[in-house]
């Protein structure tokens, strides 16, 4: 099982990125995944997560409108689109698989020892 982000960097604030996870080793379509954001100093917390077949969709408060979550199951690809970006968005965003949970929310909410995550990628909202 392999989870591989890309689309992290430098942006200024109000710009966009888009992130990617590539999976492989599983069919995504069969798994609960997300993202999470880890600030320095502090715990991994839920970003956005979205359920298996794709059924629902979560995000944290301060992402709600800015972020879109979405996969590729056919690419076994997650994304997740950020737009008008701020420094408090700055982290290393992690993608986050699990096959047990079946909600967005319950991804999001919690990790756990069943989860399979990616290496991560950093995220900088600077001027």
């Known amino acids: 099982v392999q989870l591989v982000e890309s689309g992290g960097g430098l942006v200024q604030p109000g710009g966009s990125l888009r992130l990617s996870c590539a999976v492989s080793g599983f069919t995504l379509v069969r798994y609960a995944i997300g993202w999470f954001r880890q600030v320095a100093g502090w715990m991994r917390d839920g970003v956005s997560c979205i359920s298996k077949r794709d059924t629902t969709t979560y995000y944290s408060g301060n992402v709600k409108v800015r972020f879109t979550i979405s996969r590729d199951n056919a690419k076994n690809t997650l994304y997740l689109q950020m737009n008008n970006l701020s420094p408090e968005d700055t982290g290393v965003y992690y993608c986050?698989?699990?096959?047990?949970?079946?909600?967005?929310?319950?991804?999001?909410?919690?990790?756990?020892?069943?989860?399979?995550w990616g290496q991560g990628t950093q995220v900088t909202v600077s001027s």
């Open positions: 986050v698989a699990n096959a047990w949970i079946t909600t967005a929310e319950g991804m999001c909410l919690n990790t756990r020892t069943s989860d399979y």
